[in-house]
């Protein structure tokens, strides 16, 4: 599978320095998951964070520190053979990407979908507060979600199908980015349906005719 | 195997108690390193840092080895709560990142591959993810290595723990060759905890000077890993 739409190399970077918010950390691990290419490059970012982590001045611990740290392991051990921190084989057997799976604990079918027309959306709940968004969209095959332009910024991955819009078309694991500036009608490939995930740090702005009413009652 | 490695250990300590002397007296933030330290190789007959922190992590994995820890947690807690305190952290919850971070060091440590990457670079991960969860209270989007939708990596050619080594190295010296408005950038990604956008912020920048910043720091990473990574 080849990949032909990225992140931008400054966007991994932030993913490798883990600043990233939460919605668009979800976005990029994603399409990590599908790019072997990218998965590199953050690798080789993580390891300019380890060359600046050795040269950082150290700052002295607690004299206490170390015993800390061995109570902490006791703490980890006690846990784990409770089984809060092992994830059940059917999570592992989700055919969802890991970085999904915490927000779809019983995979696709368990989220709440909302329908319009043939474009069905489930919100993802993430757990930082802020203006982040995070959906699952799922689009019948040739269907297409309405014009529109972006509040803010816009990450999009394909999980399955593809899609095209006036700025190319995207397979699995494709990442398309779109701001303010992006305005766009993208239509699902025929054949079959389209996934993506979708994280948005403002609403999107229905453009069309029939759908700019709706603006004032979208989230 | 192992019998080597344990008795790597004792003899390191000098070692290693020079090379946190020398980063003691660095400054806190860019500005004028000891450039001229970069690069002096290893006392002879001594492995480098990188292969003794491998050997210790190796040690904690096969034998709960206290002495080890006790080294890997001399050297790295101290750097893991610099860099939780670079970030915004307070002491108490900078002491928790660090703790917490060598905790996970124990518990993972037979998960530790030194193929992929340095005992510096994975360090840096799971103090990196800690420092997520703790600040801000929110879930990695972590990537799950046994995933069946990984996309497969190209098959590592050679000796991939001997790339590693090398790629390390190149790394090392690639860091220390950055000029300083470079490394600026860098620091304040990696440790500030501030996105690109943020930097150009907080320095007064233009977005796009901070972005070539970046770019010509990766690229010069790339060039001096050219060939050895794939």
Request: aromatic share 6%; charged share 25%; glycine share 8%.
């Amino acid at each position: 599978m080849t990949i032909a739409h990225h992140p931008e190399d400054t966007l991994l970077l932030d993913h490798a320095a883990g600043t990233l918010d939460e919605g668009a950390a979800l976005a990029v691990a994603v399409h990590l998951t599908f790019c072997a290419e990218c998965r590199a490059a953050v690798t080789r970012m993580e390891a300019l964070g380890g060359a600046l982590l050795d040269d950082i001045a150290p700052v002295a611990v607690g004299r206490q520190s170390l015993d800390a740290v061995y109570a902490r392991i006791t703490r980890m051990e006690s846990r784990e053979a409770t089984g809060l921190l092992t994830e059940t084989s059917a999570e592992r057997a989700d055919p969802l990407p890991a970085p999904l799976r915490p927000y779809a604990r019983g995979g696709l079918r368990s989220l709440a979908w909302r329908r319009t027309g043939r474009i069905r959306e489930a919100r993802l709940g993430l757990a930082a507060a802020g203006p982040w968004r995070a959906s699952l969209i799922r689009m019948s095959a040739g269907a297409a979600v309405a014009a529109h332009t972006h509040g803010g910024t816009e990450y999009t991955v394909v999980l399955q199908g593809g899609y095209t819009d006036e700025t190319g078309s995207y397979a699995p694991g494709d990442f398309a980015r779109a701001g303010p500036d992006i305005g766009h009608r993208p239509c699902a490939d025929p054949g079959e349906d389209c996934i993506v995930l979708a994280v948005q740090d403002a609403p999107v702005r229905f453009t069309g005719p029939l759908m700019r009413f709706l603006n004032p009652v979208l989230r | 195997m192992f019998a080597l490695q344990r008795s790597m250990v004792p003899t390191h300590v000098g070692a290693l108690d020079r090379r946190a002397s020398k980063f003691a007296e660095r400054p806190a933030r860019g500005g004028a390193r000891p450039r001229a330290e970069a690069g002096v190789s290893p006392v002879p007959g001594q492995a480098s840092d990188g292969e003794r922190f491998a050997a210790l992590v190796a040690a904690v994995a096969a034998q709960a080895d206290r002495t080890a820890f006790a080294e890997l947690f001399a050297y790295f807690a101290p750097r893991v709560k610099s860099f939780a305190l670079r970030g915004g952290a307070d002491p108490a919850t900078a002491e928790e990142i660090a703790q917490d971070t060598l905790a996970i060091v124990w518990r993972k440590a037979g998960s530790y591959d030194p193929s992929k990457a340095a005992v510096s670079t994975w360090i840096f991960t799971i103090a990196r993810n800690r420092r997520i969860d703790l600040i801000r209270r929110e879930g990695r989007a972590e990537l799950d290595p046994d995933d069946p939708g990984l996309a497969p990596a190209p098959a590592p050619t050679g000796d991939a723990v001997v790339a590693a080594r090398q790629t390390t190295r190149l790394v090392r010296d690639a860091v220390d060759g950055l000029p300083d408005e470079q490394r600026e950038v860098l620091e304040l990604a990696f440790f500030g905890d501030r996105t690109h956008p943020e930097i150009a912020e907080a320095l007064g920048l233009p977005l796009g000077t901070v972005k070539s910043r970046i770019r010509l720091a990766l690229g010069k990473l790339e060039t001096a890993l050219k060939g050895t990574l794939s």
